[in-house]
């Protein structure tokens, strides 16, 4: 499935005015119709800005008048072989470089760069041709570069030709800095707005979206206020602009953003009924997006029409183009079974364009759906090929090699090709049962999993990592499930490992860079308070109740000047310190030697899950066994477990809704929880690895036992993590708090209009009797005294209200004011435990792979080894009752979840045979790092001193008793 869009290509009008530009695109591993960046080598692709703008000319800026470039421009219009003009060129430059003031040489070279080289690329595509129009290009920027009182624009220009020809020649990341140096230090708007258009594309083309999202919008803020007419360069920008998000939405994926592109769409078609000039070239774009937003929303038939309207005014389309518009057609007609139309349309689109690699892959669909399993994975094959290295013969049975994937320039929709072949192994599995199929279907899987890593790699906007990272997911399900019909555990394991949590490691390998790499104190600090100035402004963005659209604008230039500064900050790291670059990309999971050596035992098992909307499956890894087992009915077991949550946040539950909870906990449990593998986990310490809708779930309440009504608590001491990965990576990272205990109660919440928390004082002054150390209470509580302490403590203790917020933006309150997730993230802690006394803190948007983006991960992000967070909307005095105990448990020198198991089992027994349900006991959950807080021989040590006591009381009593005989 997927969508394509016009590729923004120009149309030769005029040799030296600006060619105008459509676009097709494809989306990322959808990509089952044309799209409108990757559909083509970068090395073959022409400028995607490059002087689109009509009548405005490459070379004129003030100096067509002198004699030189008289003589130069009429040497370049001669009517003769290419190599005598070039030898003409040579000779011109040899003959008169001396004579030239060198403004007048940089513009001949300015000239010869693009007039010549760069259109005789167009013509001819040879490499050599955009090799010497860079070339040239360089030797015009470095004499420029030295010059004064250049004309508006001048400097600016040169180096934006020179950003277009790396962009054709496909060396991405030297066009990224060219334009990134318009765009921070360029003089002239225009040319800065034109240069964020490209980088905005060039982020596209690698996969980081959200940053290309980010240069979009800065584009039309650039010129924000300023008066534009139809007639000039912004105006045609902006029109640009808008369709460029909706195409970036639509890469990221057609369905999920639907209303997004439609929304820029339509600015875009309202902007273009102001430009008759752009109507044809951009509506042809938008009509093709509108297509392929159809065809991912199932309106096949529709979609069938849109396109074929753009096919009906094609003159200007090359047949890249023409044959983008096939692939999609065709691909419609595979959806509606028209199998003969389908046909039809994608080898109309091969007989186009022999190297264009996504009629392929839907060639692979048609195929697939014919059951010709072969003929479907050649096909596959044949678009990755094309793909990578279009030289290579064709086996379905091979795959390219990690090499091929760095080095292939449209990673996004090879990405595609590869999951759709990994995808047609197994399918062709369930078709005749070869097992082999099976092992093809691993190994391909385990190339998209390379290959989704670069492409994360690559990507530097934090929300484009995590787009990445949910896109990865799909991945993972697929090759566990895959591992499960090998019965190949160990494998299994790596996949539901690098399902989670990756970027919470990364957080981790970054700050171990750090240390390795020896950065200078102030460097780091310096890194920190920019990356903390993206989270603080990013925060006052989201929760701007704007007066005005200028004052929204004020703010979101703040949010993108804040990312400026930062990446530039960070380029200029890596260039100075090489070691710190290279460390902190080497996220690397624990290996299944070392996760078995050091975290399985007699008494201590993992219990893994992958879980999604389709299929499920767990691993219990103990020292007697690993038990690998699938989920049934995935889908119905999720919708009983969302059931199962309503039930279980219902503080009012009477006995019947208390009957129907034990029912349905017990029915889910049995399916989560086989019978081997509740009767290894009894009398263990479990730490249990949760997917999906699972991580919204305490485990401890499952009911094991109906009939006497015992819940898994009270035979199995359960503790949480993201993963084992970052679990074992945060046990190495030290800590070096000063101080031990502090505790926040504000209780009162005037300005915040939020109820009083009557039991938190009692609670915190509870606590800090068993662990000595601050209490900040009432009006002491502020946001700001609590960023003041938060880094010099090992333990930190909040008993206040929080909650999942609007638009899944958590918070936590403070006497004055809320604390956001954003602004938790931009906190530094060195705790050894965070406890979150408060309501919905582990609760928060759900992102595959990465679990909860809630306040316990904010917390985490922040430095904590361990967090004790809520599920739902807590009970203030049993929330009292539990942590008082937690904290007693702790002082006995218990581990953390050893402790809050006591506490829940004391609860459970006080009240047992009550209707009080597992909504009053069962919220607060244990996350990470298992330590005990009191060095465990302490309790040794009051066992020493009760015998010790009772012996000297022996001693005294038997003194008494033998005087009284004396006597």
Known sequence: ?????????YFKKLRYTIKFLAIFKTPYLTNKFPNPLIDMPLTRIPSMVHLRFNCILFFLLGHLCMAQQEILTEIIHTDAQKEVIEQKIDAFFASHTKDMSPRELADCYHDVGNKWYHEQWWDTGEESDIEKAIYYTQKALEIKSGLKDLEKGSLDNTRFNLGVFYSLKGEIYKARNTFLHISNKGSDVEWIQKARLELGYNYLT????????????????????????????????????????????????LKEFSNEIRLNLKKADSLIGRYKEADKQYRRRIDHLEGNRLIENGSYEQAIAKHKQVLKDSVDLGPRDIANIHSSIGYSHLKLKNYDQALIHLKKANSLVEDFSLPYENLGDFYLDQNNYEKALYHYQKAIVLSTDGRKGIRFDELPSVEDLELASEKIVLLGHVIAKANGWLKFYEYDKNKDHLDHALKTFALADQLVDIIRSESTEYQSKLFWREKGAS??????????????????????????????????????????????????????????????????????????????????????ESKRIYNAFSDSLAAAFPDYANIKKQVRLLSHTDFISDYISDDEAVLQYILNEEQG????????????????????????????????????????????????????????????????????KLTLITDYILQQIPFEAFVTDLENLTYLIENTEIRYAYSMSYLNAKKQVSSKAKNDFLAIAPITFNTLELPELVFSKSEVEEAERIFPGKRLMNQEATKARFLEQVNDYNIIHLSTHADIGEENDPWIAFSDEKMFLNEVYATKNQADIVVLSACNTSIGELKKGEGAMSLARGFFHSGAKSVVSSLWSTNDKSSKELMVAFYQGLDEGLTKSAALRKAKIDYINKYRGSSISPAYWSALIIIGDNIPIRPAHNQWSYILYIVLGTLLALVLYLLVKRREHLS
């Open 1 to 9: 499935m997927g969508g394509f869009f016009l590729r923004r290509r």
């Open 206 to 253: 690698t996969g980081d979206f959200y940053k290309a999202l980010n240069q979009f919008s800065e584009v039309t803020l650039l010129h924000a206020g300023v008066p534009t007419s139809p007639s000039t360069s912004p105006y045609i920008i902006d029109i640009d602009a808008q369709i460029l998000v909706a195409e970036t939405y639509a890469e990221m994926d």
């Open 475 to 560: 991945l993972y399900a697929k090759a566990v499930q895959a591992c499960y019909l090998l019965d190949k555990p160990k494998e299994a394991y790596y996949y539901m490992e690098r399902n989670k949590a990756l970027l919470l490691l990364e957080d981790v390998s970054v700050e171990q860079a750090k240390e390795l790499a020896q950065l200078p104190q102030k460097t780091i600090e310096r890194e920190f308070r920019l990356k903390q100035n993206i989270y603080l402004s990013e925060n006052e963005l989201r929760n701007l109740e704007p007066t005005s659209e200028s004052s929204l604008d004020s703010v979101r230039q703040r949010v993108y």
């Open 617 to 684: 499956y767990g691993l219990l890894t103990s020292s007697e066994q690993s038990t690998f087992f699938k989920l049934d009915d995935v889908k119905k077991l999720n919708d009983q477990l969302i059931v199962l949550y309503g039930q279980l946040t219902d503080l009012t539950t009477s006995r019947d809704e208390l009957t129907r909870f034990n029912t349905l906990s017990h029915q889910i449990f049995n399916q989560l929880v086989p019978e081997t593998v509740h009767e290894t986990i009894k009398g263990k």
